[in-house]
């Protein structure tokens, strides 16, 4: 696609569920990126992919935190009991060449846990 | 590890002042440097880029040169615009030695507020 795509949107959810979210990068970028922007903490790294491989996954805060891509596509980024700390946007950022001429950012999947 | 600093915020200048805002880094390896920009209510978008050292980005009047001598990176404009309010962030992306470029360190952001 044109741009980084992510759904949904807006995310409202009640504490202890579980939440996918997901992201489609720009077709073509190998590399792909998810962040978390909350008050308070900046803008906070979580996972990198490279194709379907994630060389990097040191950001995840916890094991309740899991990533996936499939196809060198699609990633889905799924949080499991959700606490109300993970309340944050989430941001995916996809790139080519392993981003060191620039990464493109999605819209973020605001998370609101309830 | 890499780490980016920015200078504290908020800034608020009065609309034709000219604008800095300063970053440093620490870097392992080879690093590119980005200043991103978040306008109300919407996501980052990429402002400029240096990939090696004394590159200058430019971009919708903004610019920055790569210093390494002093691991800078500092954000100008010479005449901002009300339209120019945003949250601007300083990042890097650093190759430490490998083939491929990983993941953006971010520095904590500055509010920019211009005034008519």
């Known amino acids: 696609g044109a741009g980084v795509s992510q759904s949904p949107s807006n995310k409202v959810t009640e504490k202890g569920k579980d939440v996918e979210l997901r992201c489609d990068p720009i077709?073509?970028?190998?590399?792909l990126y998810w962040y978390r922007q909350s008050l308070g903490q900046g803008l906070e790294f979580l996972i990198y992919f490279q194709g379907n491989s994630a060389p990097d996954k040191s950001g995840l805060p916890s094991d309740r935190f899991s990533a996936e891509r499939t196809g060198g596509s699609v990633s889905t980024l799924t949080i499991q009991r959700t606490q109300q700390e993970d309340s944050a946007v989430y941001l995916c950022a996809s790139s080519e060449q392993g981003g060191r001429y620039g990464y493109t950012f999605g819209s973020g999947t605001r998370l609101t846990v309830v | 590890g890499n780490s980016v600093t920015q200078m504290e915020g908020p800034v608020t200048l009065s609309e034709e002042a000219f604008l800095t805002i300063n970053c440093t880094y620490t870097?392992?390896?080879?690093?590119?440097l980005f200043w991103y920009v978040q306008y109300p209510g919407e996501g980052l978008q990429l402002l400029l880029k240096a990939t090696k050292a004394d590159d200058k980005g430019s971009n919708k009047g903004f610019e920055a040169t790569y210093r390494k001598e002093t691991t800078s990176f500092h954000l100008e404009k010479g005449s901002v615009q009300v339209s120019d309010s945003a949250v601007y962030f300083c990042?890097?992306?650093?190759?430490?030695?490998?083939?491929?470029?990983?993941?953006?360190?971010f520095g904590q952001g500055t509010i920019l507020t211009v005034h008519p």
């Open positions: 077709s073509g970028h190998t590399a």
């Open positions: 870097a392992t390896g080879y690093p590119s």
């Open positions: 990042a890097l992306s650093d190759r430490a030695g490998g083939t491929s470029y990983g993941k953006l360190t």
